[in-house]
């Protein structure tokens, strides 16, 4: 795959170093390696780098720590918030279990099992016809996929949930149940995009041979092509994990009553309710939070890689 | 690829049969058919009901261009415009500014760096619902809330920073741009790692200036990654809806509330469909233009 790597290999320091500047290359190779030529010497840039890198982690990682502490702190509110728990507790999560927050997880999860699965079914099917074969009205079928990209979900979300309610020929209702939230994130433009791109880029030498042997279509995509994507299986994994856990409108539309939300949008049930504080709250948060984070610190290469590959041909 | 397809011959008697030109559309069906039924079709009952006096039970009316001069006449409507492009100008720009500053600082191979940008991410795969829970406890508005305490040491009042008609935009766009420089900074570090190298050690023999450096190399070096993030952004601004919802709902007094939250309002509180209809339209054509006027200079951009 021709996406670029957060993570790429760079040219060593040049070993033919010209004239004058020989002896600045030799203490310091690693300043050409930065826009800022960052030094790894003791210096005032050198303390200056590492007082920004402590903001940065203060300003973005460090809230989290809060989210934490405050749902293991009994009645958290104000100062009482730090970084780390006074005096730790799990009320916060049993109470937020009497609430059903379990239920709302279970939910979450069989929406995000099912529909990724459905998602990395569809898209790799879809993008096996587009990039292993050649037919008439190609072109457009890539741009309606394309065309899924750009269309903003929220801008359909009020016809979406008319459709939902009553999908056109069948007439069925898909509100308050499962499939209405798994369904309409089965198509999705970028997964498709990116590994018909990818397949592209396999060799039709090994389609051929085994073509030759009498394999059929539905076995060529399982054990020829598929095995050779995997970097781009995970990539479409990962970011569509990512993508559907982070959906709010479209389970919000798709529920019938409240029983049918999400954990991710039931924490607003739980910030209404009166009778619970901010640490129940956060015990909603923790829970809500733990899948995506499990997902990301496992696969945040795939994910890294796959945003910014997906942005540069987007 | 085409010189290695044997017996092109076979292949066009077969594609003229029909056979072989209908297994590739055998594996387009799901993906076609889900993409109609809650793509396609969504918006195009969208766009029919916005000409719509829709009525549950009474039977839908055709009221022609209505819903449109309603909504854009709707004081509600308008103010949400500015406050959609205050916040979508404001947090896409801060987000990129902050980003591109991120890279700049994260850039590297060390270790140490590859942690700190795994923490720094963070904000980016965190579902937004939590996301704004969490600037909610932040924002909480007593002195002993998170920010305010911090303030209160610099000898500062408590800031109301949800209830303040004045400032809830603001501190709307604040989370934003907490959420969306992360994103960015790993676009933009994709870009710097393709920065020829050798530019960099030429500029230093060459004994230009840090500022020099970054303006005529690494600027122009990663112009393409720096295209795409603003086009993101900027269209990612118009439609921004969850971010609202959630940590303000479009409150206090209607002061954050933007095009779409104001549409879902209309559309789910007060059950005005075609109104609610006529709103999505109007940014889905915003966005379509902006999306096609973008690319437009992209390409040209890319010509030259």
């Known amino acids: 795959m021709s996406a670029p790597v957060i993570d790429p290999v760079r040219p060593t320091a040049p070993d033919t170093p010209a004239g004058r500047s020989t002896k600045a290359q030799r203490t310091t190779p690693a300043r050409f390696d930065t826009a800022l030529g960052w030094n790894d010497k003791p210096s005032l840039a050198w303390a200056l780098r590492i007082l920004l890198c402590l903001i940065a982690l203060a300003v973005f990682a460090a809230p989290f720590l809060t989210i934490f502490s405050g749902a293991f702190t009994p009645n958290p509110s104000g100062s009482s918030l730090s970084f780390l728990p006074h005096d730790s507790t799990l009320l916060n999560f049993k109470v937020a279990g009497e609430r059903g927050i379990w239920d709302y997880l279970g939910n979450s999860l069989v929406i995000a099992g099912g529909g990724l699965l459905l998602q990395l079914v569809v898209c790799t099917l879809a993008a096996y016809a587009l990039a292993r074969h050649r037919f008439r009205g190609q072109a457009l079928i890539m741009m309606l996929f394309m065309m899924t990209l750009m269309l903003p979900e929220e801008v359909i979300a009020i016809p979406l949930s008319l459709v939902l309610g009553d999908v056109p020929v069948v007439h069925l209702d898909l509100k308050g149940t499962v499939w209405g939230v798994i369904l309409p994130l089965g198509a999705w433009g970028f997964s498709v995009m990116m590994l018909t791109e990818f397949m592209r880029d396999i060799p039709t030498e090994i389609e051929e041979a085994a073509r030759l042997d009498g394999v059929g279509e539905l076995r060529m995509l399982w054990q020829v092509v598929l095995p050779l994507c995997k970097p781009a299986l995970g990539v479409a994994g990962v970011l569509g994990f990512i993508m559907i856990w982070d959906q709010y409108l479209l389970p919000l539309i798709a529920a019938k009553d409240p029983t049918d939300y999400t954990v991710t949008v039931a924490l607003s049930i739980l910030r209404t309710d009166p009778e619970v504080g901010s640490g129940v709250v956060l015990a909603g948060a923790v829970i809500a939070l733990i899948p995506s984070l499990i997902v990301y610190l496992l696969l945040q290469r795939s994910l890294v890689t796959g945003i910014a590959a997906g942005a540069t041909k987007g | ?304």
């Not at chain 2, 949400?80 to 590297?108: C, D, K, N, P």
């Not at chain 2, 998170?146 to 008609?165: R, Y």
């Not at chain 2, 339209?281 to 379509?288: G, R, W, Y």
């Open chain 2, 1 to 304: 690829m085409t010189a290695t397809v044997p017996a092109p011959a076979a292949r066009r008697v077969f594609g003229v049969l029909g056979k072989k030109a209908v297994v590739p559309w055998l594996f387009l069906a799901p993906g076609l058919l889900l993409a109609l039924v809650f793509k396609f079709w969504p918006m195009a009952k969208g766009i029919w009901l916005s000409f719509f006096d829709v009525r549950p039970f009474l039977g839908d009316q055709w009221i022609g261009l209505d819903n449109y001069t309603r909504v854009l006449a709707d004081h509600r409507f308008q103010d949400a415009i500015g406050h959609t492009l205050v916040l979508g100008l404001g947090q896409s720009l801060g987000a990129i500014l902050l980003g591109f500053a991120l890279a700049l600082l994260l850039e590297g191979q060390a270790r140490s760096l590859k942690i700190l940008r795994t923490a720094v991410f963070l904000p980016a795969v965190t579902a937004t619902a939590v996301v704004g829970e969490l600037w909610r406890l932040m924002y909480y508005p007593t002195s002993d809330g998170l920010l305010n305490s911090g303030l209160h040491l610099l000898g500062l009042g408590p800031v109301q920073f949800l209830d303040n008609p004045d400032i809830a935009l603001y501190s709307t766009m604040a989370m934003g741009i907490w959420i969306w420089a992360p994103y960015n900074m790993v676009i933009l570090l994709a870009g710097l790692a393709g920065v020829d190298r050798s530019l960099y050690e030429a500029a230093a023999m060459d004994g230009v200036s840090l500022w020099q450096r970054l303006r005529y190399i690494t600027l122009p070096a990663i112009r393409p990654a720096l295209m795409i993030v603003l086009t993101l952004a900027t269209i990612r601004g118009l439609r921004v809806f969850t971010e609202v919802y959630v940590l303000t709902g479009g409150g206090p007094a209607g002061s954050t509330d933007v095009w779409m939250t104001r549409a879902y309002t209309l559309g789910f509180t007060r059950n005005d469909i075609g109104g609610a209809s006529a709103a999505s339209v109007v940014l889905l054509c915003v966005t379509l233009l902006l999306t096609v006027m973008v690319n437009y200079l992209r390409k040209r951009g890319e010509a030259r």
